[in-house]
């Protein structure tokens, strides 16, 4: 069964990190792409970064403070965020997908005060 657990949200103070981590089970990097997204109450989920087997990509306004990577011993995969602003705060879900099959996580609220 595919499952993605997220964690490591908080509050953050604007010009601070946090580390986000999504905890994989059922699959590996080699058989699906994880995504990080984000999601404001009333708004759409955000697409904030990719990785798969052989990629990495970024949407254009998180590139330079936000940085997705994997352990694949570990089976996670981690979004890095730097230089946070108030606008960051949402809720953070790790996606994990292929052609015809997409699996969410639950979320991990994050909260950045100015």
């Known amino acids: 069964e595919v499952e993605l657990v997220e964690s490591g949200g908080g509050l953050a103070q604007a010009g601070g990190s946090l580390k986000l981590s999504c905890a994989l089970s059922g699959f590996t990097l080699d058989d699906y792409a994880v995504a990080w997204f984000r999601q404001v109450p009333g708004k759409e989920k955000e697409d904030l970064a990719c990785?798969?087997?052989?990629?990495?990509h970024y949407a254009d306004f998180v590139k330079g403070r936000f940085t997705i990577s994997a352990d694949n011993d570990r089976n996670m995969v981690y979004l890095q965020m730097n230089s946070l602003k108030p606008e960051d705060t949402a809720v953070y879900y790790c996606?994990?997908?292929?052609?015809?099959?997409?699996?969410w996580g639950k979320g991990t609220l994050v909260t950045v005060s100015s």
């Open positions: 990785i798969s087997k052989t990629d990495i």
């Open positions: 996606n994990a997908r292929r052609v015809l099959s997409t699996y």
